[in-house]
């Protein structure tokens, strides 16, 4: 019997790695760890198909079943366009993309990677000016060919995870930079009244010591 996490990979081998999250899950991976734990079926992925399923099936020893189409139904390989013309570089869709196959930046014109799009279309929904669409594409020569794609889109799909992790620990090591500068300026702005309080306990301490003529203080 394989062990979880021999399991997780080798049904994660087997999905699509489109990353389209129809499943729903966010990723072909969380879906894979899903039904290695018993969370999830084996027939919610539309992009693999019943032949997924089949696959799936295999490698759990279980007996296959259908599709179920309330997840969505396959589609026809395709990638997604944007209207350059109508572009308005809001970068919705740069966020959305869950393997970085848009180029782009603030209020500059965006442009899909063909060659890495998944199809998985979710870059659709948040585009405020509906300006991305999908476009048919030929369907992977060989059964070759389409896992090696599958492998560069999983690849793609770590990568941003990776750098989201990273971008989300520098913003908070800025922000505690923030906190600590304004800390220590905080700091700085109260040692004049620590320093007099330290000075005049000081003199009241030495005047304590002086004899009683000497101790009060001059008119």
């Given at each position: 019997?394989?062990?979880?996490?021999?399991?997780i990979e080798r049904i994660d081998a087997i999905l699509p790695q489109t990353q389209c999250g129809q499943c729903g899950f966010d990723g072909c991976k969380p879906y894979a760890t899903a039904i290695a734990e018993g969370r999830a079926d084996?027939?919610?992925?539309p992009p693999g198909d019943n032949a997924g399923v089949q696959k799936l099936a295999a490698i759990l020893n279980i007996a296959p079943k259908p599709l179920d189409t309330t997840y969505g139904h396959p589609k026809p390989k395709a990638v997604a366009v944007v209207d350059e013309s109508q572009c308005i570089g809001c970068t919705f869709c740069l966020r959305a993309c869950p393997v970085d196959a848009i180029v782009g930046a603030a209020k500059q014109m965006?442009?899909?990677l063909s060659e890495a799009c998944t199809g998985c279309e979710r870059c659709i929904a948040p585009c405020p000016m509906d300006?991305?669409?999908?476009?048919?594409?030929?369907?992977?020569a060989t059964p070759?060919?389409?896992?090696?794609?599958?492998?560069r889109a999983r690849e793609r799909y770590h990568?941003?995870?990776?750098?989201?992790?990273?971008?989300?620990?520098?913003?908070?090591?800025?922000?505690q930079q923030k906190r600590v500068t304004a800390s220590t300026a905080q700091t700085a702005q109260d040692?004049?009244?620590?320093?007099q309080a330290i000075i005049q306990a000081a003199m009241e301490r030495a005047r304590a010591k002086l004899p009683g003529h000497l101790a009060k203080p001059q008119a």
């Open positions: 019997m394989l062990d979880k996490f021999t399991l084996i027939n919610q992925c965006h442009t899909v300006c991305i669409s999908m476009q048919e594409v030929a369907e992977p070759e060919i389409q896992q090696q794609l599958a492998d990568f941003r995870l990776q750098r989201l992790a990273r971008d989300q620990q520098t913003r908070a090591n800025k922000l040692m004049p009244a620590s320093k």
